[in-house]
DNA sequence: ATGCTAACCTGCGCGC
DNA sequence: TGCGCGCAGGTTAGCA
């Protein structure tokens, strides 16, 4: 997926398309995503109109003057935004269709992702979600204090939204190799400086992407169908077998609570 | 409480 | 050309 610079990304090229729109219709194609989208999102989101486009984790929210339509893109989600009807493809599950005739389109191969109706704040979704990378919240020593005594590896804990939200594989990967870092190491067992650094490499690399417009591999793509540059960027992400950018050395892949982890066992204790 | 695994789903690349 | 396998940006529920 969209991690949480894909999904910033998408946040800022789609508010202003959308901000001010008047929603007509909301053609639903394929209801079963990770959550079935609600029968009633179209009586509740007709003749509604959007207010802003904010973010929480990688959840998107399409403010409105009656609610919000929160969106989860998953593994393999998009929204793309159109200036009028065009034929929908196989994997196009949802638009929502503006009074001027621009609508904004959900595509989602794998079907992971989520569009749901929020009434108010509050969702069982967002509850138990830690703090923002980019936020002065997040910081070494919130690392640090909340790592002690586990023995779970550094790198699962740091994608764990209970710790800091929009962690995930590629990024956790690439901030453990700045802060040089060995992913397998019991997170419980890292140093309160070590986590300073971590935390500022977590934001580094995150507000680097941010400004790259993410990183394409395979589905993501921008609203206007544009990829983003951070792949060209990536230190070990997807180069296992390659030579460390900067010693050389061959990069080693592992496994870890499902995911493949790249990281350099040189430049990284 | 913590941590691991399977599950959700489709597509793609690889070896045979 | 086709088949089966493993893997892919996430996250939750369920079980040890």
Sequence with gaps: MPELPEVETTRRGIEPHLVGKRVADVLVRQPAL??????????????????????????????????????????????????????????????????????????????????????????ALLRNLGPEPLSNEFSGRHLHVLSRRRKAAVKPFIMNSRIVVGVGNIYASEALYFAGIRPGRAAGRISRPRYDHLADTIKGVLSRAIEAG????????????????????????????????????????????????????????
Excluded at 47 to 55: D, L
Excluded at 66 to 71: L, Y
Excluded at 231 to 259: D, H
């Design 34 to 123: 990770r959550w079935s989208v609600p029968g009633e999102l179209k009586p509740l989101l007709c003749g509604s109109r959007i207010v802003s486009v904010s973010r929480r984790a990688k959840y998107l929210f399409l403010e409105t003057d009656t609610g919000k339509v929160m969106i989860h893109l998953g593994m393999s989600g998009s929204l793309g935004v159109l200036k009028g009807y065009v034929a929908p493809g196989k994997h196009d599950h949802l638009d929502i269709v503006f009074a001027d005739g621009s609508l904004l389109r959900f595509r989602d191969p794998r079907r992971f992702g989520s569009v749901l109706w929020l009434e108010g704040d509050d969702h």
């Design 214 to 269: 993410g990183t394409t591999l395979r589905d993501y793509v921008r609203e206007d169908g544009s990829p983003g540059y951070f792949s060209q960027e990536l230190m070990v992400y997807g180069r296992a077998k390659q030579p460390c950018r900067f010693c050389q050395k061959m990069l080693k892949e592992i496994r870890q609570a499902g995911r493949s982890t790249v990281f350099c066992p040189t430049c990284q204790r």
